[in-house]
């Protein structure tokens, strides 16, 4: 079996066992960035880099749907394009909040939970980068934080 019929047979699994699909991905992460943009503490984050939104949510639907699916649709390194953001634990856990908000309200179950387990990983790990980035090395269980004026505390 090849490589890529091995990763179709994987997706088709995945698809299978959740009922995700391209479709919902889009569903999900248009619903997920109306709320971003619309968010006191993340929407200034998102305004000061993204101007035109349609390649950023294209860009998010091949990540997710590699994510989540294995589909191999996303090419990128998310670390480079996160280590500069000026956001901490508190970002992560608004980020996480509306995330899993708009998958319980898009998705299936199975899905929602798939979706949320992998967001839960993908906000641990960007956190844990952008401290490291910042010369913070967290001890597990410890959240990365910035004083009121972006200072690492």
Same mark, same amino acid.
């Given at each position: 079996?090849? +490589? &890529?019929? =091995?990763?179709? /047979?994987?997706?088709?699994? !995945?698809?299978?066992?959740? +009922? !995700? ?5 889009? /569903?999900?992460? @248009? ?5 971003? =943009? @619309? ?16 390649? #950023?949510?294209?860009?998010?639907? $091949? ?14 390194? %998310?670390?480079?394009? #996160? *280590? %500069?953001?000026?956001?901490? $634990?508190? #970002?992560?856990? @608004? ?7 708009? $998958? ?5 179950? *199975? &899905?929602?939970? #798939? ?8 906000? $641990?790990?960007?956190?844990?980068? !952008? *401290?490291?980035? /910042?010369?913070?090395?967290?001890? %597990?269980?410890? =959240? ?5 004026? +972006? *200072?690492? /505390?």
């Amino acid at each position: 079996m090849s +490589g &890529a019929e =091995r990763r179709e /047979q994987i997706t088709a699994g !995945i698809m299978e066992r959740t +009922g !995700i699909t391209e479709a919902m991905i889009e /569903q999900l992460v @248009r619903g997920f960035y109306a709320k971003v =943009r @619309r968010d006191a503490a993340l929407a200034p984050v998102f305004e000061a880099r993204i101007a035109d939104w349609e390649p #950023h949510l294209a860009r998010m639907c $091949a990540f997710w749907s590699s994510v989540a699916l294995m589909s191999g649709r996303y090419h990128g390194t %998310p670390m480079a394009k #996160h *280590a %500069p953001l000026p956001v901490d $634990a508190g #970002h992560f856990d @608004r980020w996480l909040e509306l995330f899993e908000e708009t $998958a319980g309200e898009i998705c299936p179950p *199975a &899905a929602a939970t #798939h979706f949320i387990e992998l967001a839960r990983r993908i906000a $641990a790990s960007l956190e844990l980068g !952008i *401290a490291g980035g /910042q010369g913070v090395m967290l001890a %597990p269980g410890e =959240r990365f934080r910035r004083n009121e004026a +972006g *200072a690492v /505390q």
